[in-house]
């Protein structure tokens, strides 16, 4: 983490953006990096050896000199690269790198995202037209951002992301055309950007996903892609089969692990399968990993459907386990959203619950319940109607549409 913000910092002293390259020096001195600290001499001299030059030039010939002013100028913005996302964005970075500090292992995954994402959009922005290395460069940075957590990755306007689209079409074009296409870390890191962008394209990224682990089989994140893609196709079968294939790769990846929960809930008569792994996720995913509460409503809701002697009072201890875990949520993730949750709370009305426990007759039912006021409440309604809807949103990604080449031409 310290290392990339280093790294950060002394790419945008190259690009001449001094305030937020000594941000981002200073975010690194202060966060423990012995590397940094051992560089700041070299490096304040080099920001004062530039601020000097810069101020020698006349003022008409600055912003010609200035890179990084030249790209805000093309974007009708003075913001730096990490202003603009921050603004876009609810990952906020000083937020989150706060909650790092204090131990958060959620926290860090993300700001390390973070900083792999802005590298990659500066030096989108760095120019119109970028050298090969440096499209290498940013698809890898980008690649990383997705493999640590793809929801940060959210792109200042539509432009920028068709952009980037086409720097990962040209990339793998590139990649193609090496004789006998071979396997190869930038081939790998293009792949993923290109699955990552496309996410919408279920069937055709399915199949491109399919290619992609046949040439890379020990890159797990191919799998979760796969997780994701069959669950929106409502492949749960699928879904398991490729959670089980990463597993062993990784047996405490916490993605796979849900995935795969979630996919056995929704087939039939496999609620203790899915309460088994919803366990493993949580034996191995960080207390304020984002789906930890929602694991927790889902196991409520296995039990009740198990319909064990105890499931019901199982069921209440998950539900009041999930509404703590929310307590430890980092603050992006909040308010927590989760229909399972919301179908619990109707459950556990006081007046439902009595009708559970004693099983009531239809006709005790109707006079607790009211007859019509409770079982023909709109709101209830809703919340039901809500709950099956969610339920068929099995894997929760924020990918976005963007500009996509023909996958046969990939594979």
Same mark, same amino acid.
């Given at each position: 983490?310290?290392?990339?913000?280093?790294?950060?910092?002394?790419?945008?002293?190259?690009?001449?953006?001094?305030?937020?390259?000594?941000?981002?020096?200073?975010?690194?001195?202060?966060?423990?990096?012995?590397?940094?600290?051992?560089?700041?001499?070299?490096?304040?001299?080099?920001?004062?050896?530039?601020?000097?030059?810069?101020?020698?030039?006349?003022?008409?010939?600055?912003?010609?000199?200035?890179?990084?002013?030249?790209?805000?100028?093309?974007?009708?913005?003075?913001?730096?690269?990490?202003?603009?996302?921050?603004?876009?964005?609810?990952?906020?970075?000083?937020?989150?790198?706060?909650?790092?500090?204090?131990?958060?292992?959620?926290?860090?995954?993300?700001?390390?995202?973070?900083?792999?994402?802005?590298?990659?959009?500066?030096?989108?922005?760095?120019?119109?037209?970028?050298?090969?290395?440096?499209?290498?460069?940013?698809?890898?940075?980008? /690649?990383?951002?997705?493999?640590?957590?793809?929801?940060?990755?959210?792109?200042?306007?539509?432009?920028?992301?068709?952009?980037?689209?086409?720097?990962?079409?040209?990339?793998?074009?590139?990649?193609?055309?090496?004789?006998?296409?071979?396997?190869?870390?930038?081939?790998?890191?293009?792949?993923?950007?290109?699955?990552?962008?496309?996410?919408? /394209?279920?069937?055709?990224?399915?199949?491109?996903?399919? /290619?992609?682990?046949?040439?890379?089989?020990?890159?797990?994140?191919?799998?979760?892609?796969?997780?994701?893609?069959?669950?929106?196709?409502?492949?749960?079968?699928?879904?398991?089969?490729?959670?089980?294939?990463?597993?062993?790769?990784?047996?405490?990846?916490?993605?796979?692990?849900?995935?795969?929960?979630?996919?056995?809930?929704?087939?039939?008569?496999?609620?203790?399968?899915?309460?088994?792994?919803?366990?493993?996720?949580?034996?191995?995913?960080?207390?304020?990993?984002?789906?930890?509460?929602?694991?927790?409503?889902?196991?409520?809701?296995?039990?009740?459907?198990?319909?064990?002697?105890?499931?019901?009072?199982? /069921?209440?201890?998950?539900?009041?386990?999930?509404?703590?875990?929310?307590?430890?949520?980092?603050?992006?993730?909040?308010?927590?959203?989760?229909?399972?949750?919301?179908?619990?709370?109707?459950?556990?009305?006081?007046?439902?619950?009595?009708?559970?426990?004693?099983?009531?007759?239809?006709?005790?039912?109707?006079?607790?319940?009211?007859?019509?006021?409770?079982?023909?409440?709109?709101?209830?309604?809703?919340?039901?109607?809500?709950?099956?809807?969610?339920?068929?949103?099995?894997?929760?990604?924020?990918?976005?549409?963007?500009?996509?080449?023909?996958?046969?031409?990939?594979?």
């Amino acid at each position: 983490m310290f290392g990339r913000s280093l790294n950060l910092a002394e790419f945008l002293l190259d690009k001449n953006d001094f305030v937020m390259a000594e941000t981002w020096f200073n975010r690194a001195c202060e966060s423990g990096s012995v590397l940094a600290q051992m560089k700041r001499t070299d490096f304040e001299t080099t920001l004062r050896e530039k601020k000097q030059l810069m101020a020698s030039f006349p003022s008409n010939i600055v912003p010609m000199v200035n890179a990084m002013k030249n790209v805000w100028d093309s974007l009708k913005t003075s913001k730096s690269i990490y202003e603009l996302s921050k603004e876009q964005s609810k990952y906020d970075y000083d937020v989150l790198s706060k909650y790092a500090n204090q131990g958060s292992r959620t926290a860090q995954r993300l700001c390390n995202a973070l900083e792999h994402f802005y590298i990659a959009l500066t030096i989108l922005i760095e120019s119109d037209m970028l050298t090969e290395q440096q499209e290498d460069t940013l698809v890898h940075e980008l /690649s990383e951002c997705y493999r640590l957590e793809d929801i940060v990755a959210q792109f200042p306007n539509l432009k920028t992301r068709e952009k980037v689209g086409k720097i990962v079409d040209q990339v793998l074009r590139r990649c193609k055309a090496m004789p006998g296409y071979p396997a190869s870390q930038l081939d790998e890191d293009a792949r993923i950007c290109y699955a990552s962008l496309h996410m919408d /394209s279920h069937e055709l990224i399915d199949e491109f996903l399919n /290619s992609c682990k046949q040439k890379y089989p020990k890159s797990i994140y191919f799998f979760e892609l796969s997780t994701s893609i069959n669950g929106w196709l409502e492949r749960y079968d699928a879904v398991v089969y490729n959670a089980n294939a990463g597993l062993e790769l990784d047996p405490t990846n916490s993605e796979l692990l849900i995935d795969k929960a979630v996919a056995w809930r929704q087939l039939e008569n496999h609620n203790k399968e899915a309460v088994e792994t919803y366990k493993s996720f949580l034996a191995v995913a960080p207390k304020d990993h984002r789906k930890v509460p929602d694991a927790y409503y889902s196991m409520a809701m296995c039990y009740l459907a198990l319909q064990t002697h105890d499931g019901l009072d199982v /069921s209440k201890k998950m539900y009041e386990q999930g509404k703590e875990a929310e307590k430890l949520q980092l603050p992006c993730f909040l308010p927590y959203e989760s229909s399972s949750r919301k179908l619990l709370e109707f459950l556990n009305d006081d007046n439902i619950l009595s009708l559970i426990k004693t099983k009531a007759t239809p006709e005790a039912v109707a006079s607790v319940v009211n007859h019509k006021a409770r079982l023909t409440d709109p709101h209830r309604i809703e919340v039901i109607k809500l709950h099956r809807k969610c339920e068929a949103d099995i894997i929760e990604h924020t990918k976005n549409p963007g500009i996509c080449i023909p996958v046969q031409q990939l594979l």
